[in-house]
């Protein structure tokens, strides 16, 4: 009687892991989180910032979402960066930190505008957009 040794099944090609791709995207904002800071220390004179915002699929699309952010000095700066909330849309967003800053250089109290996702589709055209009212504080 012969023993045949076991053939160990051939490797398989290791498939592309999209949780090591996810846990980079989600290592990636956390670092942006804490390099951006406190809005305490980049806007030491300001007590609170209230921004209302409304994104849109498109330029004049349908509401997508609407929301409040509710800022206090201990607030991470990062809160002013929002997402696109379009499924596809992976780096984009909108930052109205540029928009604050011009309200604090200017010694305003509130500000409004609209704004369009930093990534453009194929066609060059923007899939989303918001509306934002921003009001400020000042110590």
Do not use: W
């Amino acid at each position: 009687m012969t023993i045949k040794s076991e053939e160990k099944p051939a490797r398989k090609k290791a498939k592309r892991n999209i949780n090591t791709e996810k846990n980079a995207r989600r290592l990636e904002l956390i670092q942006k989180k804490l390099d951006a800071g406190l809005l305490s220390e980049k806007f030491p004179e300001i007590s609170s910032v209230t921004i209302h915002v409304i994104q849109f699929y498109g330029m004049t699309g349908p509401v997508f979402m609407e929301r409040t952010i509710n800022m206090v000095p201990g607030s991470n700066i990062y809160l002013l960066h929002m997402p696109c909330m379009g499924e596809k849309c992976v780096n984009g967003g909108f930052d109205l930190t540029s928009k604050v800053e011009d309200l604090v250089r200017n010694n305003r109290k509130s500000g409004k505008g609209k704004m369009l996702c930093q990534v453009t589709d194929a066609s060059g055209a923007s899939h989303a957009s918001i509306s934002y009212d921003i009001s400020i504080k000042y110590s």
